[in-house]
């Protein structure tokens, strides 16, 4: 049999993709035997599942959105099979969706169209380390906690955090970011290279192969044109990552605030200072005590920096002193501070557990994440403003925010089975959206566009800009069969 072409192709040409194959449920769905042995002979009977219970898994991430279950899910070990599989999908007009830990927000991994899921996290491994140059390269089933552990001894550390120990390729590919961006980067930032499989299996590196400085002045920028491309112009199968040295010494601080626009003015003040600190995040009143009724702890009800410096001993006591003189410009509260790695733990749990929190607060709910980012001088009204809107829903919505670099989030807390709850929380989630672009805001700053921003995209680029995306999207997927509906819908 020639396994790259299955006899009885499911779709139709050109990426125009039919599901009128399958003549009954979800759960009954699946590509001709065929196709699935061919799969098999690509990357090892063992690495092939049609079972429903785990196609069902891999069409759902951390989004209250429905899932949507691939045909068949496979687990390629090597970038070879990547390639294989890749191949064979593209020969008979299949849909693939790359799958890494499932932790994304915007539904990026569910299949509409059915088709592969192709998970990862079988490719696990730390391939090339060069400490002297601060630089590492990882397959795409290595999760960031992962890597720092593996680096644990070397003195260096990828600082990176969006929260979830989500996988490197996955951060990628959505630009993730998160709370050490502001001193740090997004991943944007921070990918030097990456090895991609294309619709086709053509394996590319978008810097050129091997190729690992820290600037280039050579050609496209490719390696940023695949890092938030949320899978759907390739699989990405390698990363070529910066490292950053551990800082001598950490310090963490507390501070809570008479209002949202005083705890955001603090914020904003230290980022014009030009005071190189390392996290500053925001918490509300109703996450305070959220994560004070979660975690059994005592701090003021009230909005909330939790803050972090870096550096050596003296520089980190200058920076927080001047950020503890203009929070108290701002009527700020005294700073809890903690240098000891089990003090540091204890006093940032509450934005650790965030999260988790929010869903506590209304016990068998399902969390309704997004997230916008704004220039800051116009973060405090937007923050304030966004506040107002939820609290005059019917919805709890705790608001929490990377707000060093203008990014924040609002989790409604909503029942999954309830669609006026789900579409009072999408409303609320579009005025979000929409007062960030108002200002010359994005409409999401990490989480990425997958299914339910897709409009929202349109409107924040324009035209112009959006049909050269699209034209992207054509050139580099013709058959239009990678992670297809998300972004760019085609």
């Known amino acids: 049999m020639n396994f790259l072409r299955v006899v009885g192709s499911l779709y139709r040409p050109a990426g125009v993709i039919s599901r009128t194959y399958c003549p009954g449920t979800p759960e009954t769905c699946r590509l001709p035997d065929t196709l699935v042995e061919a799969l098999s002979a690509a990357?090892?009977?063992?690495?092939?599942?049609?079972?429903?219970?785990?196609?069902?898994?891999?069409?759902?991430?951390?989004?209250?959105?429905?899932?949507?279950?691939?045909?068949?899910?496979?687990?390629?070990?090597?970038?070879?099979?990547?390639?294989?599989?890749?191949?064979?999908?593209?020969?008979?007009?299949?849909?693939?969706?790359?799958?890494?830990?499932?932790?994304?927000?915007?539904?990026?991994?569910?299949?509409?169209?059915?088709?592969?899921?192709?998970?990862?996290?079988?490719?696990?491994?730390?391939?090339?380390?060069?400490?002297?140059?601060?630089?590492?390269?990882?397959?795409p089933g290595v999760t960031r906690n992962a890597l720092n552990s593996y680096l644990r001894d070397t003195g260096l550390w990828f600082p990176v955090d969006p929260g979830a120990d989500a996988s490197l390729c996955g951060m990628a590919a959505t630009s993730a970011s998160g709370t050490n961006a502001v001193r740090y980067g997004t991943m944007r930032e921070n990918v030097i290279n990456l090895e991609v499989v294309?619709?086709?299996?053509?394996?590319?590196?978008?810097?050129?192969?091997?190729?690992?400085?820290?600037?280039?002045?050579?050609?496209?920028?490719?390696?940023?044109?695949?890092?938030?491309?949320?899978?759907?112009?390739?699989?990405?199968?390698?990363?070529?990552?910066?490292?950053?040295?551990i800082p001598e010494t950490i310090m963490a601080a507390v501070c809570s605030f008479p209002s949202v626009q005083a705890a955001v003015d603090t914020t904003v003040m230290t980022m014009q200072s030009g005071i190189p600190i390392a996290r500053i995040e925001?918490?509300?009143?109703?996450?305070?005590?959220?994560?004070?009724?979660?975690?059994?702890?005592?701090?003021?009800?009230?909005?909330?920096?939790?803050?972090?410096?870096?550096?050596?001993?003296?520089?980190?006591?200058?920076?927080?002193?001047?950020?503890?003189?203009?929070?108290?410009?701002?009527?700020?509260?005294?700073?809890?501070?903690?240098?000891?790695?089990?003090?540091?733990?204890?006093?940032?749990?509450?934005?650790?557990?965030?999260?988790?929190?929010?869903?506590?607060?209304?016990?068998?709910?399902?969390?309704?994440?997004?997230?916008?980012?704004?220039?800051?001088?116009?973060?405090?009204?937007?923050?304030v403003e966004t506040k107002e809107d939820i609290s005059k829903s019917s919805l709890i919505g705790p608001i929490v925010g990377h707000v060093g670099d203008g990014n924040f989030h609002s989790i409604l807390t909503i029942d999954p089975n309830d669609p006026a709850q789900i579409e009072e929380a999408h409303v609320l989630h579009e005025r979000m959206a929409r007062r960030a672009l108002a200002v010359g805001g994005t409409c999401t700053g990490e989480h990425g566009i997958g299914l339910g921003k897709r409009h929202l995209l349109r409107e924040e680029m324009g035209e112009g800009t959006f049909s050269v995306m699209k034209a992207l999207k054509r050139a580099l997927d013709p058959k239009n069969i990678m992670n297809p509906e998300k972004v760019i819908p085609v």
Request: hydrophobic share 40%.
């Open 43 to 139: 990357v090892g009977l063992k690495n092939v599942s049609t079972s429903f219970a785990v196609r069902e898994q891999h069409g759902k991430d951390e989004s209250y959105h429905v899932p949507q279950p691939a045909d068949v899910v496979v687990w390629p070990e090597t970038t070879n099979a990547v390639s294989k599989v890749a191949r064979i999908c593209y020969d008979n007009n299949v849909p693939m969706i790359p799958f890494g830990t499932g932790t994304g927000l915007e539904s990026g991994v569910s299949a509409p169209r059915g088709g592969v899921c192709l998970d990862l996290t079988r490719m696990d491994q730390v391939l090339d380390l060069h400490p002297e140059d601060f630089d590492v390269s990882v397959q």
């Open 198 to 245: 294309l619709p086709d299996g053509t394996i590319i590196n978008t810097a050129g192969k091997d190729r690992r400085t820290k600037k280039t002045a050579a050609g496209y920028n490719l390696t940023n044109i695949y890092v938030g491309s949320e899978g759907t112009l390739g699989i990405i199968t390698k990363a070529t990552l910066r490292l950053f040295g």
């Open 282 to 383: 925001f918490l509300d009143d109703v996450m305070m005590d959220a994560c004070n009724k979660f975690g059994g702890l005592d701090y003021p009800v009230a909005p909330t920096l939790f803050l972090e410096f870096h550096g050596s001993e003296k520089n980190v006591a200058d920076q927080a002193e001047a950020v503890a003189e203009i929070a108290q410009m701002n009527e700020g509260s005294d700073f809890q501070m903690a240098s000891d790695p089990a003090d540091k733990k204890k006093l940032w749990s509450a934005r650790h557990n965030a999260w988790y929190a929010a869903l506590a607060l209304k016990p068998g709910s399902k969390g309704c994440a997004t997230d916008v980012c704004v220039p800051i001088s116009r973060l405090p009204e937007v923050i």
